[in-house]
């Protein structure tokens, strides 16, 4: 059984130890990255959303509110209700470092596949967190759900990509330090299943895929990391 509790006291601890007001690091440059996050060097089409009449869409944005309506009327099953919930909160989240991104929800695998060959992801994926550096420094991208395979972390996980992306730009060496400081007050449970996780990933990407995935599971305990608690704990550890 998870020891959360005492993982969310002791990182409660750390982000309590520092003042409110943070300035966030300056983006870096970012670089290839595999796995289910995707750096775009060009930007993609946008998936086609429109449906004939009686046919369901396949795709569906999630700051379109008469499409995201149609999607719960469609959808029975509970765990995908809640996954689309979450998904329509955590746009804003998700938009407040991220102001150029968007969520879209993929009905079923096929459609996924489809727009995740696109842009080189891992096909039957739950979820893929895709991003461009425009000219300017400022990043635009999507994260991408199969409805068909998403968890209730699943929307938490890719939303950490981008907070971290958000604010510390694409840079490997500040998460793994991350990663080096926080595990040490991660409790034995929790730490040895997150690095379960991570170990489907390459050493350059582990770091990072263990915080979005600890933000992931103290999000179904009722905890979230949210932007300011992340820069706040980072600003310690490195």
Partial sequence: ESELTDTQTKIKEIENAVPQSISSKVPGQPEAISGQEVQQGEPQAEPQVAAQEGQKEEVVDI????QVT??????SDAVKTRI?????KGINTLKSVLPN??????ENTA????????????????????YQQNEDGTFSGKILVNLDTANERTISHEITHGILLGKFGDTP??????????????SESDNARLNE????????????EYLAELS?????????????????IAKIVN
């Avoid at 459609?111 to 895709?130: D, K, L």
């Avoid at 996780?197 to 990072?208: A, G, H, I, L, R």
């Fill in 70 to 75: 149609k999607l719960k009327e469609r959808v």
């Fill in 111 to 130: 459609a996924y596949n489809t727009a995740i060959n696109e842009i080189g992801g891992e096909v039957n994926s739950a979820g893929t967190f895709s």
């Fill in 197 to 208: 996780f991570v170990n489907q990933y390459d050493e350059s990407s582990k770091p990072e």
């Fill in 173 to 186: 060496e500040v998460f793994s330090n991350f990663h080096n400081q926080i595990k040490g007050v991660v």
């Fill in 216 to 232: 992931s599971i103290m999000s179904t305990e009722g905890k979230t990391l949210s932007p300011d608690i992340i820069t706040k």
């Fill in 101 to 106: 991104f968007n969520i879209e929800v993929y």
């Fill in 84 to 88: 689309v919930e979450q998904a329509e």
């Fill in 63 to 66: 700051s379109n509110k008469e």
